[in-house]
C-alpha cells in the first residue's frame, strides 16, 4: 500500500506543477487554503489585512490598509466618499496604503465610505470593497453672547448660533421675553420694563447629539437682564406763601406720567415721553394761617417711580 502512495505521489505532483503553468507560461501562485493546497491566479490582489468593516475617530483620523498582490499586478484603491484619501493610491505589488479621513462636522450622525481596491485579472476586472465608519464628532455650541442686557424700552436683539448640533430648540420662562430660532440665528424681543426694579431671566437652548452609541441632549443658557426705568431732574421744594411758578427739566428713559391731587399746586404738561421735558409747576398763593405740604408722584408705566415734594410757608394776615 505505501508503495501505491508513494507511486501516485511521484506522478501526481509533476503533473500538478505542468498544470499549474499558465498560456503566458507564469507559474500560478501556490498558497495554502485551510489543509490544502491550490493555485491562484498570479495576476491578482487583495486585502492582507481583510474586514468587512473597521471604524475611525471623528478627528485626526488615520488608517493602514496592506495590498497583497503579485508584484505584476497594477491596482489602484478608490471611494466615493470625497472626505476619504489615500496615500499612494495604486501601486504594483504589495504595499501598505495609509488612509486619511475629513474630520466628521456632524455631532449627530455617524457616517459610512465604500473604499473599494480593484485590479485586472485575467478574469478581467476584479475588486474587492471595505467600509469605513467614521464616529460623530464631539457637540459644538457656541453663541455671540451668553449675556444679554436689554435697556428699559426694551427691543429686539439677534445672536448668531454656530453649532454642529442637530434638533436646536428655544425657549424662555421669562414672561417679559419672546425667544425664536430660525437658521441658527436666534431672535429675542424683551417688553419694554414698566416696573420699578431691575428685570432678570434666562433664554434655554438645547441641541441632539450622538454619544459613542445613543443619542444625547445639551443645554446652554443665555443670561437676559433688563435695567428698571429712571426719572430725573426734580427735587423737593420750598416756595414762599406768595406763590411761585417755576420749571424743572425731566429726564427719563421711557414714557412718563406726572399726578398731583393738591388743587393750589398745577402741572404740565402732565406727561412726556424717553428723553427730555421741560415741566411747569405753579404754586397758588397761601392764605391760611398754617404752613402746607404737597406732592407729585410721577409714574413709568404702572408703577410709581419718584415722589417731589413740595413745602410752603403760612400765609401772613396783611
Same mark, same amino acid.
Given at each position: ?5 508513494? %507511486?501516485?505521489? @511521484?506522478? &501526481? ?14 507559474? *500560478? ?14 495576476? !491578482?490582489?487583495?486585502?492582507?489585512? !481583510? ?14 490598509? +496592506?495590498?497583497? @498582490? &503579485? ?50 485579472? +485575467? ?12 464616529? @460623530? ?6 453663541? *455671540? ?29 421669562? !414672561? ?13 424681543? &424683551? ?16 441641541? *441632539? ?32 406763601? !406768595?406763590?411761585? =411758578? ?7 428713559? /421711557? ?6 391731587? /393738591? ?9 412726556? &415721553? ?5 415741566? =411747569? ?8 394761617? %398754617?404752613?402746607?405740604?404737597? %406732592?407729585? %408722584? ?21
Amino acid at each position: 500500500m505505501n508503495k501505491i502512495r508513494h %507511486y501516485i505521489t @511521484a506522478v &501526481a505532483l509533476p503533473l500538478l506543477a505542468m498544470a499549474m503553468i499558465g498560456c503566458d507560461g507564469k507559474l *500560478d501562485e501556490l498558497v495554502e487554503d485551510g489543509n490544502y493546497t491550490i493555485s491562484k491566479d498570479a495576476n !491578482y490582489a487583495t486585502w492582507y489585512n !481583510y474586514e468587512d468593516s473597521f471604524d475611525v475617530d471623528a478627528s485626526s483620523a488615520k488608517y493602514e490598509l +496592506q495590498v497583497s @498582490a &503579485a508584484s505584476s499586478t497594477q491596482w489602484n484603491v478608490s471611494s466615493g466618499a470625497s472626505w476619504i484619501h489615500f496615500s499612494p493610491s495604486s501601486g504594483n505589488g504589495s504595499e501598505t496604503v495609509t488612509c486619511t479621513f475629513d474630520d466628521n462636522p456632524c455631532a449627530y450622525l455617524k457616517r459610512r465610505g465604500i473604499i473599494t481596491l480593484s485590479y485586472d485579472g +485575467q478574469s478581467g476586472g476584479e475588486s474587492k470593497s471595505t467600509v469605513v465608519v467614521q464616529r @460623530a464628532a464631539a457637540p459644538e455650541f457656541d453663541i *455671540d453672547d451668553e449675556s444679554i442686557r436689554f435697556p428699559v424700552a426694551g427691543g429686539t436683539i439677534t445672536r448668531r448660533i454656530i453649532t454642529n448640533c442637530n434638533n436646536v430648540q428655544v425657549s424662555s420662562s421669562s !414672561y417679559f421675553i419672546n425667544a425664536t430660532l430660525n437658521s441658527n440665528l436666534l431672535t429675542i424681543t &424683551a417688553e419694554p420694563n414698566t416696573s420699578n426694579m431691575v428685570r432678570s431671566g434666562n433664554v434655554q437652548l438645547s441641541y *441632539d447629539y450622538l454619544g459613542y452609541s445613543s443619542m444625547h441632549t445639551g443645554t446652554k443658557s443665555i443670561n437676559i437682564s433688563q435695567a428698571k426705568p429712571t426719572l430725573t431732574g426734580f427735587s423737593d421744594r420750598t416756595v414762599s406763601s !406768595y406763590g411761585e =411758578t417755576f420749571t424743572m427739566t425731566i429726564k427719563s428713559d /421711557y414714557d412718563w406720567t406726572a399726578r398731583c391731587n /393738591y388743587s393750589w399746586i398745577s402741572i404740565t404738561p402732565t406727561k412726556g &415721553a424717553a428723553g427730555e421735558t421741560v415741566l =411747569t409747576v405753579t404754586v397758588d398763593k397761601n392764605s391760611s394761617s %398754617y404752613s402746607r405740604t404737597g %406732592y407729585i %408722584y410721577f409714574y413709568q408705566g404702572n408703577s410709581r417711580e419718584e415722589t417731589m415734594m413740595i413745602t410752603q410757608g403760612r400765609g401772613t394776615l396783611y
